[in-house]
């Protein structure tokens, strides 16, 4: 306790563990969020967490922690729509529109309920700033689940991306792997909903890894890059939420997207690599 | 070779796509050291078979059984350059084999050259190239090649082709091989399937474009011109028209 009595002195504590939870939070999900990016799944983290707003109105009405619906609904979503067959309309498609009736469905359910309405933006666009020590530990738990299980199937995961067809006919792949990537994307949707919101978390799912992609020359760099500039977009983002006095969530969404330019610019003007 | 158990073998697959049938009744099997080659026309089932065999897409019915812990090599008919991932040729073949096995891979396809260039940025060739190194860097017991040479100029097709049977001899692997090109097809295959959504004909190349079934498939002409050339080739090379009638038993045309 010493420590975060000391950083009470220098800044405000709701402060502090907003800084330490979204850095923890993108610590993780850069990283992941490479394995979104490519393998092309963007669409359906973005789904994933618009049911995510289903998952807490569900929750609440059912008298359940929003968490804990949250990552059920996100992680259901999740499994069945990896499996969405292709048909004569897109899976992307599908899988796009499935998301958006889950959002409107959340907000309705939502809405509906007096004591959670004023709370409404929260759900959407995240509420970092009242992030408890609970809270924050929550959300370490789960990056360090994530880092830990990234490092443990980094071989199989890589394989999928490069190609899917090599590694499930190789059998260097198999459902595990596949299962596991999905509840990881929808465990850190989960907790990233209390951070960004449901609208805002797949940004720090694609943008950290979009920006450290031209600093890269292998995917261990990639991974790395992205760990780096969506845990350093938290404090960014929260330091400019205070000075400007504008909304945190967004704020380090901003940053995010402010790194993905510098890194692009700079990756150019110092002889871009790839 | 009968008594040695196959690496792979399907029984009677049939497949269908959209209410189309892709595959009826089609079985095959590859044993080790055996070079088996699948022909046929567009839209004549070869992929769908391989895709099918690797266990890629489900089979209506039909058996499939591969031996225990088979190793396989797998070179897929598609394969996007991501441009996403950043990745060396080296870094890629590292992916699936140690260190020293990828260069020796990269090396053995004349692809040494290519280490440290980023996959996205190779050329058709030099991909075909990469990806064959890839696949026999772990030492596959079974290679499975699905027309695994688009982009590669004609001189260098040939080239490939003896390269894969001389890795046959070396590391003793099966093949499992589709391929349009049949003149190529033709020189090195020990045994050539000919599908068109059902096992045409079956056995070795020269039996294979004698049957009237081949010519109905091809066109007389086609298979006129592969009967002299196959018959040219055994001339030409006797130790590898020696080595097909020692491995050919049991696999007469179907």
């Given at each position: 306790?010493?420590?975060?009595?000391?950083?009470?002195?220098?800044?405000?504590?709701?402060?502090?563990?907003?800084?330490?939870?979204?850095?923890?939070?993108?610590?993780?999900?850069?990283?992941?969020?490479?394995?979104?990016?490519?393998?092309?799944?963007?669409?359906?983290?973005?789904?994933?967490?618009?049911?995510?707003?289903?998952?807490?109105?569900?929750?609440?009405?059912?008298?359940?922690?929003?968490?804990?619906?949250?990552?059920?609904?996100?992680?259901?979503?999740?499994?069945?729509?990896?499996?969405?067959?292709?048909?004569?309309?897109?899976?992307?498609?599908?899988?796009?529109?499935?998301?958006?009736?889950?959002?409107?469905?959340?907000?309705?359910?939502?809405?509906?309920?007096?004591?959670?309405?004023?709370?409404?933006?929260?759900?959407?666009?995240?509420?970092?700033?009242?992030?408890?020590?609970?809270?924050?530990?929550?959300?370490?738990?789960?990056?360090?689940?994530?880092?830990?299980?990234?490092?443990?199937?980094?071989?199989?995961?890589?394989?999928?991306?490069?190609?899917?067809d090599?590694?499930?006919a190789?059998?260097?792949?198999?459902?595990?792997?596949?299962?596991?990537?999905?509840?990881?994307?929808?465990?850190?949707?989960?907790?990233?909903?209390?951070?960004?919101?449901?609208?805002?978390?797949?940004?720090?799912?694609?943008?950290?890894?979009?920006?450290?992609?031209?600093?890269?020359?292998?995917?261990?760099?990639?991974?790395?890059?992205?760990?780096?500039?969506?845990?350093?977009?938290?404090?960014?983002?929260?330091?400019?939420?205070?000075?400007?006095?504008?909304?945190?969530?967004?704020?380090?969404?901003?940053?995010?997207?402010?790194?993905?330019?510098?890194?692009?610019?700079?990756?150019?003007?110092?002889?871009?690599?790839? | 070779?009968?008594?040695?158990?196959?690496?792979i073998s399907a029984t009677d697959l049939s497949l269908t796509a959209g209410g189309t049938a892709i595959l009826s009744s089609v079985s095959l099997s590859v044993?080790?050291?055996?070079i088996v080659t699948v022909i046929g026309p567009n839209g004549s089932g070869k992929t769908s078979l391989l895709r099918a065999l690797m266990g890629l897409v489900p089979v209506d019915a039909g058996?499939i059984?591969?031996?225990?812990?088979?190793?396989?090599?797998y070179v897929p008919q598609h394969?996007?350059?991501?441009?996403?991932?950043?990745?060396?040729?080296?870094?890629?073949?590292?992916?699936?084999?140690?260190?020293?096995?990828?260069?020796?891979?990269?090396?053995?396809?004349?692809?040494?050259?290519?280490?440290?260039?980023?996959?996205?940025?190779?050329?058709?060739?030099?991909?075909?190239?990469?990806?064959?190194?890839?696949?026999?860097?772990?030492?596959?017991?079974?290679?499975v090649l699905d027309e695994p040479l688009a982009?590669?100029?004609?001189?260098?097709e040939?080239?490939?082709y003896?390269?894969?049977?001389?890795?046959?001899?070396?590391?003793?692997?099966?093949v499992l091989l589709v391929s349009h090109d049949l003149h190529v097809v033709m020189a090195q295959a020990d045994r050539v399937v000919c599908l068109n959504g059902h096992v045409c004909c079956e056995g070795k190349a020269?039996k294979v474009v004698s049957d009237p079934a081949f010519a109905a498939l091809f066109g007389s002409r086609i298979a006129g011109e592969l009967a002299?050339y196959v018959?040219?080739?055994?001339?030409?090379?006797?130790?590898?028209?020696?080595?097909?009638?020692?491995?050919?038993?049991?696999s007469a045309p179907g």
């Open positions: 306790m010493r420590l975060s009595e000391c950083a009470a002195n220098a800044m405000d504590d709701f402060l502090w563990r907003a800084g330490t939870g979204g850095a923890l939070l993108g610590a993780a999900a850069g990283p992941l969020g490479c394995f979104v990016l490519w393998r092309r799944m963007a669409y359906l983290g973005e789904s994933v967490a618009h049911m995510g707003l289903l998952g807490a109105g569900l929750g609440l009405l059912l008298g359940f922690a929003p968490l804990t619906g949250v990552t059920a609904t996100a992680l259901v979503a999740a499994l069945v729509m990896a499996r969405a067959p292709g048909g004569p309309i897109p899976v992307s498609a599908f899988v796009g529109m499935v998301g958006h009736v889950g959002l409107a469905l959340g907000f309705v359910l939502l809405a509906s309920m007096e004591t959670v309405r004023a709370d409404l933006l929260g759900y959407l666009f995240g509420d970092v700033l009242a992030l408890s020590a609970t809270d924050v530990v929550i959300v370490g738990a789960t990056a360090v689940l994530t880092l830990t299980t990234l490092a443990l199937f980094w071989r199989s995961w890589l394989a999928l991306a490069v190609s899917a090599i590694a499930r190789e059998r260097r792949a198999g459902k595990l792997h596949e299962i596991a990537f999905l509840a990881l994307v929808a465990a850190i949707v989960a907790v990233g909903l209390r951070v960004v919101g449901a609208l805002l978390i797949v940004a720090l799912i694609l943008i950290p890894p979009a920006a450290a992609r031209p600093l890269a020359r292998t995917p261990e760099g990639m991974a790395g890059w992205a760990a780096a500039i969506a845990a350093a977009s938290a404090p960014l983002g929260l330091a400019a939420a205070y000075w400007k006095d504008i909304p945190a969530g967004p704020s380090i969404v901003l940053a995010a997207a402010g790194l993905f330019v510098v890194a692009s610019i700079g990756a150019r003007a110092f002889g871009g690599r790839a | 070779m009968d008594w040695i158990a196959p690496l044993r080790a050291g055996e058996e059984a591969r031996k225990p812990g088979l190793k396989i090599g394969f996007a350059r991501d441009r996403s991932i950043p990745m060396t040729v080296g870094g890629f073949v590292q992916l699936f084999a140690t260190a020293g096995a990828a260069r020796a891979a990269l090396d053995r396809v004349g692809a040494s050259g290519l280490e440290r260039r980023q996959i996205s940025s190779l050329s058709g060739g030099e991909l075909a190239r990469a990806l064959l190194a890839r696949a026999i860097a772990g030492q596959p017991e079974l290679l982009g590669v100029d004609i001189a260098g040939a080239a490939l003896r390269l894969i049977a001389e890795i046959r001899d070396e590391i003793g692997c099966g020269d002299l018959h040219r080739h055994d001339h030409s090379h006797p130790h590898a028209a020696s080595r097909e009638t020692l491995e050919m038993k049991g």
